[in-house]
């Protein structure tokens, strides 16, 4: 009987790589924090009548990629494709809102989009998500983009590069939308299929295109920043005086158009050239009508989305993180009474700060001794019956090979001074 198999577009995080995710949470976490950002948790799956609303039934996420069924109730059910949307029905529903002023809100999970598995983008992935909801003011864009644009950098990334443009307002893309189609109507036999499509749909995706003939046609396509209404221009220009204030350096992109349909004014992604035709590790932008759109109050928001499958290959191809867990004591025993002690003398290690890892093999000493040079402790504990009966233990520094035995006792007394030295090994 053959095996069962993880479903395709989906994979395994194994412990080699769990610290690499860990640590990029961590960085997240001590960011945001910095900033006053506070955890939000929504539902993997929704109502999905919720996406069709808020991400349109015309993008590539609704219409094409998103998994959705009907459950035992009757009720037609999505796994969620992005996270924005559900975290703005969340802030409607609990009315966050009415605690009045700015809500600064980030929310780490996993979302499902049915496209075909590459490096970097999976049918099951995770993104980081981080949004300021109540404020229009240019500089909750700006802060936005910092806080993006730091957590990379703290990860140890330097090819970057932000691409920066503005939507403008609804009344904006309509007028921009007509120029469009009007445009590309007497190409549309030479557009490729999907985009032949959009051009009723939503002819601002055909700006997107990655098929050759299409984009040697939208070359001469009408700009949208020549769409932008007076109100449009003035908060982009703020945007873009903000940012070479705080000192972020931006390439104004006239094509980047992000591909859902909430977006208005201030779009943005941040690349890597480190990935390849996958260059962009994190997108974003404001979506003011959306909140209003989805029953709630008129609020403006703005927020971006970071792939983490994406942030994990960059970080591997750079070499920015070890892999293996830091571990202090590797602690090995052999006989009866040592291997009964083991178990308490963990405790007591780990009860003082330490972490333990303890052979549970029962193989020879020479075996156990392979495996804790393998683990990468920095600390071998050798107990055999012997030191067990006086209440001793051999302690072995792996890297050195210099050895010495103290009671159990001494052990637990000089943990500061052990913990002093393991610190200065790792650093």
Known sequence: MSSIQAIRGTRDILPSESPLWAKIEEIARQTLASYAYREIRTPIFEQTELFARGIGEATDAVGKEMYSFEDRGGRSIALRPEITAGLVRAFIQNKLF?????????????????????????RQFHQLDVEILGSRDARADVEIIAIATQILTCLGLQSLSLDLNSVGSGEDRQTYREALVAYFTPYKEDLDADSQTRLTLNPLRILDSKDKRTQEIVIDAPSLLDYLSDDSQRHF??????????GISFNINPRLVRGLDYYTHTAFEIQSTDLGAQATVCG??????????????????IGFGMGIERLIILLEQINRYSTVPELDIYLISRGEKAELQSAQLANRLR?????????????????????????????GLILGDAEAAANKVQVKWLASGEQSEMTQDDLIAQADDIKSKIAQARH
């Open 237 to 246: 220009d703020a945007v873009q005086q903000h940012l070479t204030n705080v």
């Open 98 to 122: 009415a605690q009045g002023g700015v809500q600064r809100l980030w929310h780490l999970g996993p979302a499902f989009r049915y496209e075909r598995p590459q490096a970097g983008r999976q």
């Open 284 to 301: 974003g932008g404001r979506y003011d009508g959306l909140v209003a759109q989805l029953g709630g109050p008129d609020t403006s928001a």
């Open 351 to 379: 009860q003082n700060g330490y972490s333990v890892e303890v052979d549970l093999s029962g193989s020879a000493f020479g075996k156990q001794f392979k495996r804790a040079d393998r683990s990468g402790a920095l600390i």
